[in-house]
């Protein structure tokens, strides 16, 4: 028996990435709806409901919309929009953030897939703060900057087409200026901290591919946390991932936003001088790979009882 899979939204960035994931695969069917009924209610409410699974790539209204219309309890949802990531009642899609969250998917039939800069950051964080060594209370910081696919459409468009209405020819820019960001919530919330993060994100001109990046003080934190300690600690808690890893390493003179592009999988690294009590620690992911369609594609495995890295890109 094959699992059926409803991609709603697959003619984007992120439905198309999923959709390569897809293809090819004998355990599983992709239904589609011809391009005359992609924007049909009574077609996509049959396609929603008829599928053994959803995955909703739209934006935000649209994925509450869609959620809406399925009345199929059976219906597993994995929604990589930002709609329901910080909703109680939706288990969030980051398998390898807390012991047993992989159950938790597996057993649920609404699931939230992480955002990318999200991913980045709770990788790092998550199970230093979990271990004690950073406090819940801690003023975090989290500098990041992406690929412009992140974008989607219209920003693929402004870097590369320059007759796009909003057509830019810039290398590197920043925004999220007014620290209001729509992942700070998610950030907050997943990581167990007290107070938001000052997230910096920014983007830069290539494809994809994501760089991000906590710096911290350690000589003022309350214990002191000495780099081993750090590295040991995220080495535990991925110590059986397949898609996320530890690098151990003083020798790395510079590293690179495309390093990793092109899979789904995350590398992280703490870098520090012991001297000044200082730690930057930096996860590389590709912002369509385990930052959005790759995460959602391991959601969907773990959801349907298929193999967890099925289509995915290691």
Known sequence: MTISVFIDGAAGTTGLEIRERLEGRSDLTVVTLPDALRKDAGARRDALNSADAVVLCLPDDAAREAVALIENPAVRVVD?????????????????????????????TRISNPGCYPTGFLALVRPLVR??????????????VSGYSGGGKAMIAAFENSDAPDATDTAFHIYGLGLAHKHVPEMQGHGGLVHPPIFAPAVTRTYRGMIVEV???????PKAPSLAAIRDALSAAYADSKLVSVEHTDDV??????????????????????????????ALLDNLGKGAAGAAVQNLNIATGLDELAGLKL
Do not use: C
């Open 253 to 282: 003179g510079q590293l690179s936003i495309e390093r990793i592009a092109g899979t789904d999988r995350v590398e992280l690294f703490a870098f520090g001088n012991e001297a000044t009590g200082q730690a930057r620690l930096v």
């Open 80 to 108: 990589a929009s930002t709609a329901h990531r910080v909703a109680p009642d939706w288990v969030y899609g980051f398998a390898e953030m807390e012991p047993g969250q992989r159950e938790k998917i597996a057993q649920s």
């Open 131 to 144: 271990a004690g060594i950073i406090p819940a209370d801690w003023p975090m910081t989290v500098n990041a």
């Open 215 to 221: 710096p911290l003080q350690l000589r003022a934190m």
